[in-house]
């Protein structure tokens, strides 16, 4: 940038300063913060909620799905996996819409898709008919809201929030997922068993609605004054980008890392209903009236695990703005502690120690805490380790990552390697959950963190310091 500051700190005029790019000739104006970002965060954490709970849908009332629509297991399979496989097939031109458009006009049309795509399966009727082409619908359209979902958050916070506050903001659009995924499991199947499950379609049609109406309300593409000095910055085009991520090492170790360890985690939640199934004492009962069967329901583990990963990611995004340069330190450890708990898990499963519910639900929920704490940190490092490239790209070349490995998973189970008539070739999947986790760790080992983006803010910063000093 024309400038550069020498340990000796030699006198720098303020008209030298005033010719550098990023300062203003009123400090005051430099960089800002603006109440508003939270709305903006609060919409996309909103959205990322909704459309959690419509792409999770009948995966949570399989037997009434069934019983009105004729929804085989195959099919609700299907629909799950339309969530990975649009992602991958739609990433890349996804990528190059939110670097040339900017976020507005990638998620304000996305909050009106999710609209659509849950406003059309309240017209499916009761019975086995040709109408169920409007769930397919639907839910290819949900899936194309995810690609949004997953790409933006590092893109807003790096856009609307101060570098103290970035991990904070990326921490709760990226788990905000996790939260409708808690909502899915309980919220559902109570709705579904207490009024019906056209009640269920439409309550999620006026929410996604309500969710695209506050997006068009307010969602400025960025703010008036940036808060940071990178915030503005321009960032390398497209096609540069995508070779730059594609031959950057340190960056491929990191997604590699938490591709792996993210997918896992997505994909093997659709096959513990099958390991954890009635033979072994568990149900998927809503429904509780006592410790005994809280432990032994498969919708509050899975309710239960989801939200405590959204507590874990908080805490962790907190903590990394307080530790900003520790973000590998970090999460060696959490990724380190939840492998340990993914091992727990597995070896109360198979009875190697207490097969007991309490065990097997202590063991998964831990395991989710210290998986879900590593979503924001796997986004941030991503960013810095590749500035200047767009953050939605680097966002984008890891949750694709995540999405194969859950995509995996899900075709495991639609090719009826394992069902429940089977449940031991399900366990199986117990071990290749733990052992993933462990890959995914020595992947992150490999990696050599990198800050350029936290270094410019740096820089910068002092520049804005001196300039101050030097017209007192």
Known sequence: YGLTICSMEPQITAKELEAEPLLPKSSNEAFKVYPGRFYVLAVLALLAIQQNVAWMTFGTIPDESYEHFGLSDNVITLLAAYGSIVFILLIFPSMWFLDRYGLKLTVVPSAWVLAIGSTIRC?????????????????????????????????????????????????????????????????????????????????????????????????????????????????????????????????????????????????????????????????????????????????????????????????????????QRKLKLLLIILLGISTAFGLYFSLAVYGYISGSAVNIFMGLCLQYFFTFATTPLYYEAAVEVTYPVPEGSSAG?????????????????????????????????????????????????????????????DEKEKQVDQWKEVNQ
């Open 123 to 323: 017209f499916v009727p009761d019975g086995h008919s040709w109408w169920i082409i409007l769930f397919h619908i639907g839910h290819i359209m949900i899936a194309f809201v995810g690609i949004a979902i997953q790409m933006t958050p590092p893109r807003l916070s790096s856009v609307w929030f101060p570098p103290k506050q970035r991990a904070f903001a990326t921490a709760v659009t990226t788990l905000a997922e996790s939260m409708g995924i808690t909502i899915a499991f309980l919220a559902l199947p109570y709705i579904t068993k207490k009024y019906s499950i056209h009640t269920m379609l439409y309550i999620q049609a006026e929410m996604s609605i309500c969710v695209a109406v506050l997006a068009t309300i307010y969602f400025p593409p960025k703010p008036s004054t940036p808060p940071s000095p990178t915030a503005d910055q321009e960032r390398v085009p497209f096609l540069k980008s995508m070779k730059l991520l594609l031959t950057n090492v340190p960056f491929l170790f990191l997604a590699i890392s938490g591709g792996i360890s993210t997918g896992s985690n997505m994909g093997f939640s659709s096959v513990l209903p099958i390991i954890l199934n009635p033979t072994s004492g568990f149900t998927n009962n809503v429904g509780i009236s006592s410790w005994s069967q809280f432990f032994h329901s498969n919708a509050w583990l899975g309710a239960i695990s989801a939200f405590v990963g959204v507590i874990g990611g908080q805490l962790a995004g907190i903590i990394a703005d307080r530790f």
């Open 397 to 457: 070349i890891l949750a694709t990552l995540s999405n194969i490995g859950a995509l995996m998973f899900q075709v495991v189970a639609f090719m009826h390697i394992f069902s429940n008539a089977h449940p031991e070739k399900a366990r199986a999947m117990v071990w290749a959950f733990s052992s993933l986790g462990a890959l995914s760790w020595l992947f992150l080992a490999f990696y050599r963190e990198q800050y350029k983006r936290l270094d410019l803010d």
